[in-house]
């Protein structure tokens, strides 16, 4: 199974980052928190597998759409 993007839903900017490249998430789990319009979004592993790379640092604008992480099944 190939590599899976995650991808920001909203534009905002990264807060805090949670996982590095190496960990091993599950379906579900916090990956790190986007803030926009001064609420926290949490971006979630849409798979359970080993975080690749992760491709924002914190305080980095992101838009919608944008790849913020890459897992591997």
């Known amino acids: 199974m190939a590599n899976q993007e995650i991808k920001s839903e909203v534009t905002g900017t990264v807060w805090k980052i949670e996982c590095k490249a190496g960990d091993r998430v599950a379906e579900g789990d916090v990956l790190m928190i986007l803030e926009s319009m001064k609420m926290e979004i ?32």
């Open 42 to 73: 949490p971006v979630e592993a849409t798979l359970a597998g080993e975080i690749v790379e992760i491709t924002v640092q914190v305080d980095q604008p992101v838009a919608e759409g944008d790849v913020v992480c890459v897992v591997r099944p």
